[in-house]
């Protein structure tokens, strides 16, 4: 079992940036794929962006492809989301997940066994 905690949400202006982080617990991180998905008020959760195991294979959502950016470091048991051009519709609470049964990242939420709690990222327009 892996425990899973999202940082670095906040309140940003319209093209601004933020980077998320989310750590991971346990010494297995880096046979879990991660993704990370977020859901905004009245809204379904939706997939954003996903990395394979060795960081090697990634997927975004065409809604952030080209300005969001995920990764990861196995040694520090760490996924990222380095989120530029920010724009209101981005708001949401952002969370990440883990699968550990795929290689590489899937865009379903279904397939993540772990979950964090959440982080709020709020786009001012």
């Known amino acids: 079992q892996v425990q899973l905690v999202e940082s670095g949400g906040g309140l940003v202006q319209t093209g601004g940036s933020l980077r998320l982080s989310c750590a991971a617990s346990?010494?297995?991180?880096?046979?879990?794929?991660m993704g990370w998905f977020r859901q905004a008020p009245g809204k379904e959760r939706e997939f954003v962006a996903g990395?394979?195991?060795?960081?090697?294979?990634?997927v975004y959502a065409d809604s952030v492809r080209g300005r969001f950016t995920i990764s990861r470091n196995n040694a520090k048991n760490t996924v990222y989301l380095q989120m530029n051009s920010l724009k209101p519709e981005d708001t949401a609470v952002y969370y990440c997940?883990?699968?550990?049964?795929?290689?590489?990242?899937?865009?379903?939420?279904?397939?993540?066994?772990?979950w964090g709690q959440g982080t709020q990222v709020t786009v001012s327009s």
């Open positions: 990395i394979g195991r060795s960081g090697g294979s990634t």
């Open positions: 346990g010494r297995t991180f880096s046979t879990y794929a």
């Open positions: 997940a883990a699968d550990r049964h795929t290689i590489l990242p899937v865009t379903t939420s279904r397939a993540y066994d772990y």
